[in-house]
């Protein structure tokens, strides 16, 4: 069942989504090579935690931690670790959490130190993907739009998009209808009505868009062991004009600031 929000729901999700990105940009300031998830997930876990929300992941069907972190060839739902981080990586930081009963999911993804032109480009177009998809995020509208224009952009660049893990609507659960694809045919299926808060997350990868899920039961990885890179607003559908919730802006200012990052693909 598709619940659109009233323009007071949307607001709850737009503070919850802000207090993400605000967390997401806490984590821009310090991430750096030698640091560990299990760090990052302490930092998050803290700062959520001070500001009044809960961390909507931790025990998400027996998920054992507060935020999911994936580098390289993990696709999604990467498990914080001891294991210090190295120039070169490139890592998704995925956040959730409730607060006024109201979810909000979203993740950025970093790249530590210097790291091969293929992958900056990888980093740069999943981003463009992810906006190319918004785009279509307006009311009076087919859902399969969204999907069609991340799938066009991202295998228009020669990159693998991810099938078994998709976007959702978003407000009370973490999960609702409709589920939204990252690939898909324009005019089909579900017509999108005002007010209708979505996650968009396309997952796009460098090589083949296969994926294996490790023994842990959560850690995604590409099939080919190559990169991929996680990007994830919340949306309202408007007429004309998606709505985003979450913001960006703050975490590509901190990411800039900060000299153990690699921003060069703006
Ligand atoms: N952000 C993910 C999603 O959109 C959820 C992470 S799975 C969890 O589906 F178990 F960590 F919660
Ligand atoms: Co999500």
Redesign the pocket.
Known sequence: MIILKTEEEVELIRISATLISSTLTEIAKVLKSGMTTLELDKLAAEYIADHGAIP??LN??G?P?NI?TSVNDVV??GMPNDKPLRDGDVISV?I?VIKNEFHG?H?YTFIIGETPKDIIDLVRITKECLYEGINYAVSDSYLTNISSAIQRHAEGNGYGVVRE?V??GLGRS??EAPQVPNYGRRNEGIFMKENLVL?I?PMVNLGTKDIKVSKDG?TVRTADGKPSVHF?HDVCTKPGQALILSNYTSIEIAEKSNHNLNSSYY
Do not use: T
Request: glycine share 10%.
């Open positions: 909507s992941f998400y069907e998920y931690h999911c999604v739902h995925d959730g999911d993740a893990y976007g959702h973490m999960h996650a997350e959560w994830e």
